[in-house]
């Protein structure tokens, strides 16, 4: 066996308490890798055709990536699995923090469900046999108080995962929680969790992670971490927005350079973009209505880097990284007293999306959403459809339980949440995101539901980026921001190191962003199939925007494992993972034209004003020019068998 994996998989059928393992061969690591590659290769192959996304035969797969505690950097991302709840298809969600080693010092490279427990279990693994425990003291405890308990019974060295009530009470828009409400919040697998009444997984073993040359990995992660710890002086958070303002004014754009980014993260973390990502156009505004005419600096500088900086009590970092991104906030009030510092999708969501200036409300709802286990993306989401449905007529103060939900009314936000938290009343219509609440409310509320596929568009306005309407609309897992974009190529900057991968210019029209042709297509596909090496990696998207002139991937995973393979070999089997993805979607019955991004993200109509003005997208021509990359039916992107 080759180094880097652990070599075997465990097995739990919740239905009747049984566990075993599975051992996996070299040939599987050496054409899917691990993390997302050996999820998808199980899954394929074992959910059956039709299966219920909430039933027995649906299975949840927790994953590790290949490099996770081998040494290399920014590897520590692990990986949740199944058939997603929310959209019918391939589902994935992604987290930090420090619960991917642990996986794999229990021994194995995945963890898999199926079957429903007939009551609350958790699933424990030591040093011993793995046991499944009940868990009901724990069911209706939120996700920090579970893992508190867990910790209390199983020593502070455990790690957990496990869902709040959201999961519990199988809203479509959960996610799995672990380090304290950091959380794999996309494609509903909360839910999925929370069907099997599994509340919670936690591991505690000491296993060797195996590496072919360690000193080699450390000798390119001394090299990279000099690369990350150079940080220059730069600019007070409250001047970001100018930033967004000069890049909104010029009539050229210059393809970016990741360790610019690198300098804000490492600064301010992902809240350093909230200002000039308004300014720019890449925030949506008012449910993907307005622009930053709507809310302006005046109101942007409410929600400035600083002023999360100024609550952060310290830096917070998740396992193998050196930049640290992350932090813990003080959060002044009786029910909660910290916070991990919401990111740049949760402020957004719940502030320009929503019209929302209160920043108090911002760190309030951070909490209450991580604790629920409740996807802050899909929630700000659906809050901001609800009050464009009030605002329209389409609700009424009746329907609302009485809450007044006006743009910016940051106590009937707050009301609204909580309510969706617990199904209570309206909360109950939206805890399953926009397109089924549309479909319950009807009225015509489905032109004010913007998602792809049935999932809730991140933080990233694709009439801004035409290669995010690109990437919602192609991927297996549609309305994510973690796959590729126009920005995301030109940061990986794949052709320093993978022949064929086309070369950006440094300066370029802006109007030449929309115009669909095969250079933007096969740039589409190369970030797909370089993410997809990152997911079975455990590699941190951050880390990727390095650029893999910077960061040696490729280098680690040979180094890591043994293997001999170039980075063209290794793009390869990206593009086998991404193969098997799409497979799983058309088996599972999904049509990918179905999964095309909403009218009003593409600019039909166009916005009148603002950076993104007159914009409209051809994502119809761009979707058949991405599938012609994979030789998949340029008509209906299925896999040509």
Not at 463 to 468: A, K, L, V, W
Request: charged fraction near 25%; include cysteine; proline fraction near 4%.
């Amino acid at each position: 066996m080759a180094s880097g994996f652990m070599g075997k998989i465990l097995w739990a059928d919740l239905s009747n308490k049984e566990i075993s393992e599975e051992q996996i061969s070299d040939e599987v690591y050496r054409n899917y890798l691990s993390g997302i590659g050996l999820g998808a290769y199980i899954l394929n192959d074992r959910i059956p055709k039709g299966a219920d996304p909430l039933g027995k035969d649906n299975i949840l797969g927790i994953m590790s990536g290949l490099l996770t505690g081998t040494g290399s950097l920014f590897t520590g991302r692990w990986m949740a699995v199944g058939k997603s709840p929310l959209t019918g298809g391939w589902g994935d969600a992604n987290c930090g923090g420090n619960f991917s080693p642990a996986i794999k010092r229990c021994g194995y490279d995945g963890i898999f469900f199926k079957g429903i427990s007939d009551e609350p279990v958790y699933l424990y693994i030591g040093n011993e046999k793995p046991e499944i425990k009940s868990a009901s003291r724990l069911w209706g405890k939120d996700a920090v108080e579970t893992e508190e308990i867990l910790k209390d019974i199983h020593g502070p060295k455990a790690r957990v995962a496990c869902i709040g009530t959201s999961g519990e009470n199988l809203s479509l828009i959960s996610g799995i929680c672990n380090d304290r409400g950091r959380i794999a919040a996309r494609s509903g697998l909360g839910a999925l969790m929370g069907s099997k009444k599994l509340k919670a997984v936690v591991l505690n073993g000491n296993k060797k992670i195996m590496v072919h040359d360690k000193k080699a990995v450390r000798r390119l992660s001394i090299k990279c971490n000099l690369l990350v710890r150079m940080q220059p002086p730069f600019i007070p958070g409250d001047y970001t927005s100018y930033l967004g303002i000069v890049l909104r004014t010029l009539p050229l754009q210059m393809a970016q350079d990741g360790m610019l980014y690198k300098i804000l993260l490492k600064k301010w973390g992902t809240v350093s973009m909230n200002q000039a990502s308004i300014e720019m156009g890449d925030a949506p505004v008012k449910n993907w209505l307005g622009t930053h005419e709507d809310f302006g600096t005046e109101k942007s500088i409410k929600i400035n880097p600083d002023v999360f900086i100024s609550r952060e009590k310290e830096k917070y970092y998740c396992y193998s990284c050196p930049l640290g991104c992350g932090g813990i906030c003080s959060l002044p009030g009786k029910e909660f007293h910290e916070t991990h510092k919401p990111e740049y999708e949760t402020v957004i969501a719940l502030s320009a999306l929503c019209m929302n200036e209160d920043i108090g409300s911002i760190f309030y709802l951070n909490e209450v959403l991580n604790r629920a286990g409740m996807d802050s993306i899909s929630a700000g989401a659906t809050v901001a459809f609800a009050i464009e449905c009030y605002m329209r007529g389409i609700l009424t103060k009746e329907d609302t339980d009485g809450i007044d939900l006006s743009w910016g009314n940051s106590k009937a936000i707050i009301e609204l949440v909580h309510k969706m938290v617990k199904r209570e009343g309206i909360g109950n219509i939206l805890a399953d995101g926009v397109k089924i609440a549309a479909q319950k409310i009807g009225k015509g509320a489905e032109n004010c539901a913007v998602h792809a596929g049935g999932q809730e568009l991140p933080m990233h306005d694709s009439r801004n980026d035409p290669g995010f309407a690109l990437h919602y609309s192609v991927e297996s897992t549609p309305g994510r921001h973690t796959i590729g974009s126009q920005l995301y190529y030109e940061m990986f900057q794949l052709w320093n190191r993978v022949k064929g991968a086309p070369k950006v210019s440094m300066f370029f029209s802006k109007d030449t962003k929309y115009i669909p042709d095969e250079k933007k297509a096969q740039m589409a596909a190369y970030s797909s199939k370089f993410m997809n090496i990152a997911n079975a990696s455990g590699l941190c998207l951050f880390g990727a925007f390095l650029g893999v002139g910077r960061l040696p991937i490729f280098e680690w995973l040979n180094m890591a494992t043994g293997f001999k393979k170039n980075p063209e070999e290794y793009i390869e089997i990206g593009a086998k993972i991404q193969n098997l993805k799409q497979s799983f979607n058309i088996k599972h019955g999904i049509d990918p034209r179905d999964y095309k991004v909403c009218e009003r993200a593409l600019g039909r109509p166009p916005l009148a004003t603002g950076p993104n003005k007159d914009r409209t997208i051809d994502i119809e021509k761009m979707m058949s020019l991405y599938w012609q990359q994979f030789e998949w039916n340029k008509d209906t992107g299925k896999p040509v068998l």
